[in-house]
């Protein structure tokens, strides 16, 4: 109804502005009629003789004149006058010999004049011309009148023609108006305009209020609205809204999740330092909607779920080896071999005490040189041999350890799962400082990495290993590959002399200036060529000592890898 309320207020409106200029044109058309004929009029010849020689009659040769012209023309009158502007024809003889009812003076002083003017005979478009001599001399006037009544029934006549126009063209517009109502009720599924406003005041609130993150993409790609947890979880911002997905993230696998060129279900993306879990759903138009899920929490419960549990099983390993140890002891001491009970004693303790030493001399930070110890416990725990490279030296003055301690872990628990189930494991781990740039080297003998997937495995959720109990693998690589690109860094793949794989990681800038300690650390510096921190698989009780600083460190390495993985 609004609609057809609209067709019909624009079809009376044009057909009112149509009627307008018509009026007006049909005005001047006339009293350009009526002055053409008065200059036909005043052409006569002859005619200004008789105004000179004749009188002002009813039947003078003016008035003939006049009359003749006047019936042959349709014209309404065909008055003549003379310099006084006495009438010498009128259409009614009594008027003939009076003065004019207008003033004269404009054309009897030579100007032509175009007017529409009411008369005696009423209102009427007149034209009004000079009557001249042989020798140009003004000695009348012509006034010629076309009746107004035929220029209005000249216009009524075309009213009917211009009301049918202006009625079709309302059909079309009234059958425009219902395809349109039609169409936006099977657009909008027959809602009012009250329940789709409704509608979408709900919408905003259900999409700003959940806890997912949201995003609808158009055919083109482009962002058609997202809400404030997918903002937080991409790290956008509302003025992205309208630009398209490679324009607002960075390339790589979140992107090509949300932009469907990677299809499945619960994708595991990687976004800074967050594990979303991506599910998109194509729509009608050719576009689509993005669900993002923060998995992050639940992997970091997950990661150091895993890691209670590794320090568990070595807690219960080295309980089982210690209990071992305290009965080697006590058959010894029973058989009265006291000095080899002090021997045995000395060498459990003292390993385990050089092992870590080594480790402190060459790593000077807490965190990381913590989190290699209870790696190489760990390692040994599972029939691996963890050793520090000759070039081993970091000074106590990273930027970020925590990031570090998370590439070192990742790249340690790696290496440890490619070696895992086979003969005479090795991992060798180097920690350096090139400057001010941080290099993390660790190498392993297992299978190695293909050379034509070695782009791949740095991907978030590639992996070859089986995914645990609490959700999926995929993502230490990938977060080791985000560390150190944060950083303007890189990590690269390579193979091992002899078979297995070699990790590289360069962090720049991740240490600060020189300290003044740096002169303590240069006095031992010399001697760090010819010691090699090596955790190798011996008899048991061999490389774990029964006192509590073993288990304290493990668990605070298993809660560091744990939080930062």
């Not at 790609?221 to 960075?250: C, K, S, V, Y």
């Not at 003292?350 to 913590?370: M, S």
């Amino acid at each position: 109804m609004m609609q057809l309320a609209i067709a019909t207020g624009v079809t009376a409106l044009a057909t009112g502005l149509f009627l307008a200029p018509l009026s007006a044109e049909l005005d001047d058309q006339a009293m350009h009629r009526a002055l053409a004929i008065a200059q036909t009029t005043a052409a006569e010849p002859r005619l200004d003789d008789a105004l000179e020689t004749s009188r002002p009659t009813r039947h003078g040769p003016v008035q003939n004149e006049a009359e003749r012209i006047r019936a042959a023309t349709g014209a309404e009158y065909v008055v003549i006058m003379d310099q006084r502007g006495v009438r010498w024809s009128h259409t009614d003889p009594a008027e003939i010999g009076h003065h004019v009812s207008t003033d004269p003076s404009v054309v009897l002083s030579g100007k032509e004049v175009m007017e529409i003017d009411e008369g005696t005979l009423g209102r009427s478009a007149r034209g009004k011309v000079p009557l001249r001599d042989e020798n140009g001399k003004v000695v009348g006037a012509v006034s010629v009148g076309i009746s107004y009544e035929s220029v209005r029934g000249r216009l009524l006549s075309t009213v009917p023609e211009l009301l049918a126009y202006a009625g079709g063209a309302l059909a079309v517009g009234a059958l425009a108006a219902y395809l349109v109502a039609r169409r936006l009720q099977r657009r909008t599924h027959d809602l009012a305009f009250s329940d789709i406003s409704a509608l979408l005041t709900e919408r905003e609130a259900m999409l700003h209020g959940i806890r997912e993150g949201f995003i609808a993409l158009d055919e083109h790609g482009r962002i058609r609205l997202m809400n404030d947890e997918a903002q937080r979880l991409l790290d956008l911002r509302a003025e992205d809204t309208g630009r398209h997905l490679d324009e607002t993230l960075p390339p790589g696998r979140t992107t090509d999740v949300l932009a469907g060129r990677i299809s499945g279900g619960d994708l595991l993306a990687v976004s800074g330092q967050r594990v979303l879990v991506a599910n998109r759903m194509p729509t009608d138009d050719g576009g689509a909607v993005v669900t993002l899920r923060d998995r992050t929490e639940l992997e970091r419960l997950g990661r150091e779920l895993d890691g209670t549990r590794g320090l568990i099983d070595a807690l219960r390993a080295q309980d089982h080896e210690h209990a071992n140890r305290l009965h080697t002891l006590l058959g010894l001491l029973e058989l009265g071999l006291y000095d080899e009970a002090v021997e045995f004693v000395t060498q459990a303790v003292g390993v385990h005490r050089a092992t870590a030493e080594q480790v402190t001399e060459r790593i000077r930070d807490p965190l990381l040189a913590a989190l290699l110890v209870g790696k190489a416990t760990v390692a040994t725990e599972r029939g691996a041999s963890l050793s520090l490279s000759p070039d081993t030296y970091l000074p106590d003055r990273l930027v970020d350890p925590h990031s570090l301690v998370t590439v070192t872990g990742n790249l340690v628990d790696n290496a440890l799962d490619a070696t895992a189930g086979g003969r005479d494991a090795r991992l060798e781990v180097e920690v350096r400082a090139d400057g001010r740039t941080a290099v993390v080297r660790v190498c392993d003998n297992g299978p190695g990495v293909p050379e034509a997937r070695r782009a791949e495995i740095f991907t978030e959720g590639w992996t070859t290993k089986e995914p645990p109990a609490h959700g999926r693998r995929g993502i230490g690589l990938a977060l080791v590959r985000r560390l150190a690109e944060r950083y303007g860094g890189s990590v690269t793949v390579g193979e091992r002399p002899g078979g297995g794989a070699v990790f590289t990681v360069t962090v720049p800038d991740a240490l600060s200036e020189e300290l003044q300690e740096q002169k303590r650390e240069a006095s031992g510096h010399e001697g760090r060529k010819d010691a090699t921190a090596t955790a190798t698989r011996r008899p048991a009780g061999a490389d774990r000592a029964p006192h509590s600083a073993s288990a304290e460190d493990a668990g605070e390495v298993a809660d560091a890898t744990g939080d930062d993985r």
